[in-house]
Protein backbone atom coordinates (compact mmCIF):
# COMPACT_ATOMS: atom_id res chain seq x y z
CA UNK A 1 0.00 0.00 0.00
CA UNK A 2 2.99 2.15 1.19
CA UNK A 3 4.73 1.34 -2.54
CA UNK A 4 1.06 2.28 -4.65
CA UNK A 5 0.97 5.91 -2.61
CA UNK A 6 4.70 6.58 -3.32
CA UNK A 7 4.55 5.34 -6.91
CA UNK A 8 1.75 7.05 -7.33
CA UNK A 9 3.23 10.79 -6.08
CA UNK A 10 6.19 10.35 -8.31
CA UNK A 11 3.89 9.51 -11.40
CA UNK A 12 1.89 13.07 -10.60
CA UNK A 13 4.63 15.61 -8.63
CA UNK A 14 5.12 17.47 -12.03
CA UNK A 15 1.41 17.92 -11.88
CA UNK A 16 1.04 19.18 -8.57
CA UNK A 17 4.23 21.39 -9.26
CA UNK A 18 3.04 22.79 -12.54
CA UNK A 19 -0.03 23.70 -10.90
CA UNK A 20 1.75 25.38 -7.78
CA UNK A 21 4.00 27.48 -10.03
CA UNK A 22 2.29 28.02 -13.48
CA UNK A 23 -1.60 27.25 -12.95
CA UNK A 24 -4.19 25.21 -14.61
CA UNK A 25 -3.74 26.20 -18.06
CA UNK A 26 -0.19 24.57 -17.80
CA UNK A 27 -1.45 21.00 -15.85
CA UNK A 28 -3.85 21.30 -18.90
CA UNK A 29 -1.11 20.93 -21.49
CA UNK A 30 0.55 18.86 -19.77
CA UNK A 31 -2.20 16.08 -19.05
CA UNK A 32 -2.02 16.44 -22.67
CA UNK A 33 1.18 15.19 -23.70
CA UNK A 34 1.86 13.09 -20.66
CA UNK A 35 -1.09 10.68 -22.07
CA UNK A 36 1.72 8.42 -24.07
CA UNK A 37 3.64 7.79 -21.06
CA UNK A 38 2.13 4.63 -20.08
CA UNK A 39 1.63 3.44 -23.38
CA UNK A 40 5.58 1.44 -23.15
CA UNK A 41 4.57 -0.16 -19.51
CA UNK A 42 1.01 -1.48 -21.10
CA UNK A 43 2.51 -2.67 -24.31
CA UNK A 44 5.21 -4.44 -22.42
CA UNK A 45 2.73 -5.62 -19.64
CA UNK A 46 1.08 -7.47 -22.57
CA UNK A 47 3.99 -9.66 -23.11
CA UNK A 48 5.42 -9.66 -19.79
CA UNK A 49 2.05 -10.64 -17.73
CA UNK A 50 1.76 -13.82 -19.23
CA UNK A 51 5.08 -15.16 -18.21
CA UNK A 52 5.03 -14.06 -14.26
CA UNK A 53 4.06 -17.39 -13.37
CA UNK A 54 6.84 -19.02 -15.33
CA UNK A 55 9.17 -16.46 -13.85
CA UNK A 56 8.29 -17.46 -10.60
CA UNK A 57 8.17 -21.27 -10.87
CA UNK A 58 11.71 -20.56 -12.64
CA UNK A 59 12.60 -18.52 -9.49
CA UNK A 60 11.36 -21.20 -6.93
CA UNK A 61 13.28 -23.86 -8.57
CA UNK A 62 16.07 -21.99 -8.31
CA UNK A 63 16.38 -22.15 -12.02
CA UNK A 64 18.67 -18.37 -11.89
CA UNK A 65 20.15 -18.88 -15.27
CA UNK A 66 16.46 -18.73 -17.00
CA UNK A 67 15.23 -16.58 -14.84
CA UNK A 68 18.22 -14.23 -15.19
CA UNK A 69 17.47 -14.21 -19.22
CA UNK A 70 14.11 -13.75 -18.86
CA UNK A 71 14.63 -10.43 -16.96
CA UNK A 72 17.44 -9.13 -19.75
CA UNK A 73 15.04 -10.40 -22.84
CA UNK A 74 12.34 -8.71 -21.01
CA UNK A 75 14.40 -5.31 -20.51
CA UNK A 76 15.94 -5.30 -23.98
CA UNK A 77 12.47 -5.53 -25.58
CA UNK A 78 10.99 -2.84 -23.26
CA UNK A 79 14.70 -0.61 -24.70
CA UNK A 80 13.17 -1.61 -28.20
CA UNK A 81 9.80 -0.99 -27.49
CA UNK A 82 11.49 3.09 -25.88
CA UNK A 83 13.68 3.46 -28.96
CA UNK A 84 10.21 2.62 -31.55
CA UNK A 85 7.94 4.39 -29.77
CA UNK A 86 10.16 7.67 -29.08
CA UNK A 87 10.91 7.52 -32.96
CA UNK A 88 6.94 7.30 -33.79
CA UNK A 89 6.49 10.04 -31.47
CA UNK A 90 9.04 12.72 -32.61
CA UNK A 91 7.80 12.27 -36.20
CA UNK A 92 3.69 12.01 -35.55
CA UNK A 93 3.25 12.30 -31.82
CA UNK A 94 1.94 15.76 -31.54
CA UNK A 95 -0.24 15.97 -35.03
CA UNK A 96 -2.31 13.22 -33.36
CA UNK A 97 -2.40 14.88 -30.14
CA UNK A 98 -3.68 17.50 -31.74
CA UNK A 99 -6.14 16.10 -33.48
CA UNK A 100 -7.61 14.17 -30.59
CA UNK A 101 -7.65 16.92 -28.16
CA UNK A 102 -8.15 19.61 -30.53
CA UNK A 103 -5.24 21.92 -29.27
CA UNK A 104 -2.27 23.56 -30.42
CA UNK A 105 0.50 21.88 -29.33
CA UNK A 106 3.36 22.63 -31.64
CA UNK A 107 5.32 23.80 -29.18
CA UNK A 108 5.74 20.96 -26.95
CA UNK A 109 7.30 17.80 -29.16
CA UNK A 110 10.47 18.15 -27.33
CA UNK A 111 7.98 17.68 -23.94
CA UNK A 112 6.33 14.83 -25.41
CA UNK A 113 9.60 12.78 -26.49
CA UNK A 114 11.02 13.30 -23.41
CA UNK A 115 8.01 11.98 -21.55
CA UNK A 116 7.85 9.20 -23.87
CA UNK A 117 11.48 8.32 -23.53
CA UNK A 118 10.22 8.52 -19.16
CA UNK A 119 7.71 6.25 -19.69
CA UNK A 120 10.83 3.41 -21.18
CA UNK A 121 12.10 3.84 -17.51
CA UNK A 122 8.94 3.28 -15.81
CA UNK A 123 8.28 0.20 -17.74
CA UNK A 124 11.56 -0.54 -16.77
CA UNK A 125 11.29 -0.28 -12.89
CA UNK A 126 7.57 -1.62 -13.21
CA UNK A 127 8.84 -4.74 -14.46
CA UNK A 128 11.41 -4.87 -11.86
CA UNK A 129 9.25 -3.98 -8.91
CA UNK A 130 7.26 -7.49 -10.26
CA UNK A 131 10.49 -9.37 -10.19
CA UNK A 132 11.77 -7.95 -7.13
CA UNK A 133 7.96 -9.20 -5.08
CA UNK A 134 8.76 -12.63 -6.49
CA UNK A 135 12.03 -12.92 -4.80
CA UNK A 136 10.69 -12.03 -1.73
CA UNK A 137 12.42 -7.92 -1.67
CA UNK A 138 9.40 -5.95 -1.97
CA UNK A 139 10.91 -3.19 0.50
CA UNK A 140 13.14 -2.80 -2.46
CA UNK A 141 10.68 -1.08 -5.29
CA UNK A 142 9.34 0.98 -2.29
CA UNK A 143 13.22 2.26 -1.66
CA UNK A 144 13.81 3.00 -5.06
CA UNK A 145 10.33 5.01 -5.43
CA UNK A 146 11.34 6.77 -2.28
CA UNK A 147 14.93 8.23 -3.72
CA UNK A 148 13.23 9.33 -6.46
CA UNK A 149 10.73 10.92 -4.77
CA UNK A 150 13.23 12.76 -2.69
CA UNK A 151 15.04 13.74 -5.49
CA UNK A 152 11.81 15.39 -7.23
CA UNK A 153 11.51 17.63 -4.25
CA UNK A 154 14.61 19.48 -5.34
CA UNK A 155 14.00 19.55 -8.90
CA UNK A 156 10.86 20.06 -10.09
CA UNK A 157 10.46 23.67 -9.22
CA UNK A 158 13.56 25.42 -10.39
CA UNK A 159 12.92 23.41 -13.82
CA UNK A 160 9.39 24.74 -14.23
CA UNK A 161 10.08 28.22 -13.04
CA UNK A 162 13.14 28.32 -15.81
CA UNK A 163 11.79 26.28 -18.88
CA UNK A 164 7.92 25.81 -17.99
CA UNK A 165 6.56 22.43 -19.01
CA UNK A 166 9.55 21.41 -20.87
CA UNK A 167 10.94 21.64 -17.53
CA UNK A 168 8.27 19.41 -15.52
CA UNK A 169 8.68 16.73 -18.59
CA UNK A 170 12.77 16.44 -17.93
CA UNK A 171 11.65 16.60 -14.38
CA UNK A 172 9.91 13.41 -14.80
CA UNK A 173 12.79 12.21 -16.72
CA UNK A 174 15.34 12.42 -13.71
CA UNK A 175 13.00 10.93 -11.59
CA UNK A 176 12.01 7.94 -13.87
CA UNK A 177 15.88 7.44 -14.86
CA UNK A 178 16.76 7.37 -10.86
CA UNK A 179 13.93 5.00 -10.17
CA UNK A 180 14.56 2.37 -13.23
CA UNK A 181 18.75 2.91 -12.28
CA UNK A 182 17.82 2.08 -8.56
CA UNK A 183 15.38 -0.82 -9.52
CA UNK A 184 18.55 -2.53 -11.64
CA UNK A 185 20.99 -2.00 -8.93
CA UNK A 186 18.78 -3.57 -6.30
CA UNK A 187 17.61 -6.62 -8.30
CA UNK A 188 21.49 -7.41 -9.29
CA UNK A 189 21.96 -6.99 -5.33
CA UNK A 190 19.00 -9.26 -5.22
CA UNK A 191 19.94 -12.02 -7.93
CA UNK A 192 23.62 -12.11 -7.03
CA UNK A 193 22.33 -12.80 -3.04
CA UNK A 194 20.41 -15.76 -4.42
CA UNK A 195 23.47 -16.77 -6.09
CA UNK A 196 25.35 -16.99 -3.27
CA UNK A 197 22.77 -18.33 -1.30
CA UNK A 198 22.78 -21.37 -4.20
CA UNK A 199 26.32 -22.06 -4.10
CA UNK A 200 26.38 -22.16 -0.08
CA UNK A 201 23.94 -25.24 0.06
CA UNK A 202 25.54 -26.51 -3.20
CA UNK A 203 28.73 -26.32 -1.67
CA UNK A 204 27.33 -27.74 1.71
Same mark, same amino acid.
Request: glycine content about 4%.
Given at each position: ?8 ? =? $??? +??? &? $? ?6 ? =?? @?? &? ?7 ? +? ?9 ? #? %? ?21 ? %??? *?? $? ?6 ? *? ?22 ? @? !? ?7 ? /?? +?? +? ?11 ? #??? #? ?5 ? =????? /??? &?? #? ?8 ? =? ?12 ? !? ?10 ? $? ?8 ? @?
Amino acid at each position: MLTAFVSFY =A $LNA +AKF &Y $LDSVLGND =AV @AV &YGFISMPVF +AISLLSSFIYN #P %QILDLSNDYHDKNICKYKKRIVT %QIV *II $LGLTVLTS *IITWLIGIPILELVFAVNLKSYRF @A !LTILVISGG /FL +AI +ASYLNVTLVVEKR #PIL #PLLAYSI =AVSVS /FFI &YR #PLIEHIGIDG =ASIGFFFVMLINAI !LSIIFECFSLRS $LFKNIGRVNN @A
